[in-house]
């Protein structure tokens, strides 16, 4: 890979390192310099941020915004949302974001987020019932999948007769077929359409559900969750797009928690006999998970509000600046021999789930989504096994999140 951290040249990298074999790229790149220019996403340029110190600094750092309109003319090329499913946390500074994330947070206090662990539970013993039957699974459709998009409808009150419409939607966003871009297309025009017709829904006939509630908040009404008094209330297009954000928030994210922890463990059979025997040691486990093979290896896209310098290379305003948080979480500066998986070791301070006013709001939540999943398919299945060779599996090539395609297993 080209060094372009001290010179700040204009020649992106080649990310496919990245894409086949990420965790040594970085380490490649760490080593080579802290930022390096590489081609985004979206087509266009972008710096990547890999060190550990500098990446926890970008995370809070109130002159990197995440609002597209201090994108350079031309500069960014992101997708293309309509402004009703756009106007969401991960595009906002503040005071919008904190009049927002204030307003939502509620939901995920420690006593509501603890009062959803047995209904997930639930869910986990029922689609390990059905899994139970056939002796043989793919645990990403099977399990790790449903589990928390079950918790998502849920919180949205999303009523069974449409839950099967609602997955096919979310998959053409999350899993999109470049083959045939209009499906993704169709899906947000659909899914924007049901969020309408479920915001007009929850309005003549509220439930005990998040949605209910912020539909309340939406039109004044809430009492105690938000009065409006002091401009305490969001608009219809934020209502929206919030239901959106949790979505892909809290569906996608876990989905590949889960599947990436169950593979560490079948390639370490003594971890995965260690917790088997002692499941209360598994929030050490899945905080080493986040650490090691967390589920989101870059942050959303930020941009400079002003030149700025992040490890002494220069970066102009505007342009997009990605913060490898797959690179910072194995700096041998922050974790000693961080190749290795270590549930015993220092975990304060990992960047799996960001790190200042943007720390990710269902923090507390997918943790607990993954150890309840975690605890019930290991006490379920003792003899739990990969079903193909282990170089048949495959993960998602995209920098955006690290996910695999399936997880073949038998027991």
């Known amino acids: 890979m080209q060094n372009t951290a001290d010179t700040g040249s204009d020649a992106p990298i080649d990310v496919t390192p990245l894409l086949d074999d990420p965790y040594a790229a970085c380490a490649a790149l760490r080593e080579a310099g802290p930022v390096h220019r590489i081609t985004g996403a979206d087509g266009h340029p972008a710096w990547l941020v890999t060190r550990y110190d500098d990446v926890r600094r970008a995370l809070a750092d109130p002159r990197l915004s995440l609002d597209k ?39 995920f206090t420690p006593g509501r987020v603890e ?34 998009i079950t918790v998502i409808y849920d919180l949205l009150g999303i009523p069974h007769r449409d839950r099967r419409d609602f997955l096919a939607w979310s998959n053409a966003l999350i899993t999109p077929d470049p083959s045939r871009p209009e499906l993704m297309k169709e899906a947000i025009g659909a899914m924007l359409e049901f969020f ?33 008094a002091g401009g305490e209330r969001l608009t219809e297009d934020e209502l ?4 959106f954000l949790l979505l892909f928030a ?40 986040l650490r ?6 870059v942050s959303i896209r930020r941009f400079p509000k002003e030149d700025l310098e992040i490890g002494g290379v220069r970066i102009a305003a505007g342009e997009s600046v990605l913060l490898s948080m797959a690179s910072a979480n194995r700096d041998p500066a922050r974790f000693p021999d961080p190749d290795t998986f270590d549930r015993a070791r220092d975990l304060s301070g990992h960047l799996a789930l960001g790190h200042g006013i943007h720390y ?12 309840v999943a975690l605890d019930a398919l290991l006490g379920r299945f003792p003899g739990l096994r990969l079903d193909v060779p282990r170089g048949d599996l495959r993960h998602r ?5 690290r996910g695999l395609i399936s997880l073949p297993v038998a027991w």
């Open 115 to 148: 009062a959803l662990r047995a209904p997930v539970r639930k869910t986990a013993d029922e689609l390990l019932d059905a899994m139970a039957e056939r002796g043989r699974a793919d645990l990403m459709t099977d399990y790790a999948g449903p589990l928390p």
């Open 397 to 401: 090539r995209t920098l955006r999140s």
């Open 250 to 289: 809290g569906y996608e994210n876990t989905v590949h928690l889960i599947g990436n922890a169950v593979l560490g463990l079948l390639d370490r059979p003594d971890q995965l006999r260690q917790l088997q025997q002692n499941p209360a040691e598994l929030p050490a486990a899945v905080e080493e998970f």
């Open 196 to 228: 309408t017709g479920l915001i007009a829904a929850k309005r003549a006939e509220p439930g005990d559900d998040l949605f209910s509630d912020l539909i309340a908040v939406r039109d004044d009404q809430a009492g105690g969750a938000g009065d409006g």
């Open 69 to 107: 309109k201090h994108a350079a003319p031309g500069g960014y090329r992101g997708f293309a949302l309509p402004p009703a499913l756009d106007a969401n946390l991960l595009n906002m500074d503040p005071p919008d974001h904190t009049r927002i994330r204030r307003l939502v947070v509620k939901a």
């Open 360 to 371: 990710c709001l269902g923090a507390s939540l997918a943790r607990m989504e993954a150890v």
């Open 292 to 297: 090691f093979d967390g589920p989101s290896p």
């Open 240 to 243: 929206t797009s919030l239901a």
